[in-house]
């Protein structure tokens, strides 16, 4: 599934048939076999619409995984049926939203995607952090960066975790994540805060299958 789709109608049919699937993925077990091959498959889908490691596809990996650590044993089968019912809604919402840009973009140009196809993610998290916090357009990563950073009032402080946030964030979303890189950045976060430590773990989790050793 590597060659892009242009033409915007298939592409938002191809969404939509991803989230007729949805009710039938509710009732399936927590992060089962059909959970992830829906997830996979609808990733690899805004791959094709967006191209490679958009920000598209980390925004819906990332839908609703702030503050879930259902992936933990120690979370009972009712809290990690919540939790997933919570993300796979997370994910729905955010596939209704890309459906919606896809539609406004058809009726203000044409049938085809432009060629650049996707949003950038914040580069630098250097813009007004209310804005990137009130923002449709930022990940859940980036917002729950934002959402730290705009807790802190010592500038050196800040500077330091703009610092080490972004190049937490920018390793993670590399196609293979350096452990080596992470474990140094993961060290910091937990020396600088535990309530910060927690806030980012579930994200480290969500990537963990592509972190090289």
Request: glycine share 4%.
């Amino acid at each position: 599934m590597s060659e892009r789709i242009e033409d915007l109608e298939a592409a938002i049919q191809l969404l939509e048939m991803q989230l007729k699937d949805i009710d039938n993925i509710l009732t399936k077990a927590p992060y089962g076999l059909e959970y992830t091959f829906w997830e996979d498959f609808t990733a690899r889908i805004i791959d094709r619409i967006y191209g490679n490691e958009s920000s598209q596809r980390h925004g819906f990996e990332q839908a609703g995984r702030e503050g879930c650590f259902s992936v933990f044993e120690s979370y009972s089968e009712r809290q990690r049926r919540e939790d997933y019912i919570e993300i796979v809604n997370c994910k729905k919402e955010y596939l209704e939203n890309l459906i919606k840009d896809l539609k406004n973009r058809q009726r203000g140009s044409g049938t085809k995607l432009p060629e650049e196809g996707h949003r950038e993610a914040f580069a630098d998290l250097s813009s007004n952090l209310e804005d990137i916090l009130n923002s449709e357009e930022a990940s859940p990563l980036d917002r729950t960066i934002a959402q730290i950073l705009s807790k802190i009032e010592d500038p050196a402080r800040l500077k330091e975790a703009r610092s080490n946030l972004l190049g937490l964030r920018d390793e993670l979303l590399k196609p293979a994540p350096s452990w080596v890189v992470l474990r140094e950045y993961m060290i910091w976060l937990i020396q600088f805060g535990k309530k910060e430590f927690f806030s980012i773990l579930p994200f480290i989790v969500l990537y963990v299958r592509k972190i090289a050793d």
